[in-house]
């Protein structure tokens, strides 16, 4: 999906001391359902520039299809 996506860092809901991303797009949100707490999270990573990185990576995935 092309456009603009709004990449968010939070807390990893398994382990505080690690960042997890949740994407945005429009007014709808991914769900990756890796967290049971928290279906939108997806990662754990040690920081958040990582964690940010990551949710890059997964935009420009979601962009080529």
Not at 31 to 60: W, Y
Request: glycine residues 10%.
């Amino acid at each position: 999906m092309k456009g603009k996506h709004d990449i968010s860092i939070w807390h990893c809901p398994t382990n505080s001391e690690r960042y997890s991303f949740a994407l945005g797009y429009g007014s709808g949100a991914a769900s990756f359902k890796e967290f049971a707490e928290d279906p939108f999270l997806s990662g754990s990573f040690e920081t958040p520039e990582a964690a940010l990185a990551a949710g890059i990576e997964e935009v420009k995935a979601i962009e080529k299809m």
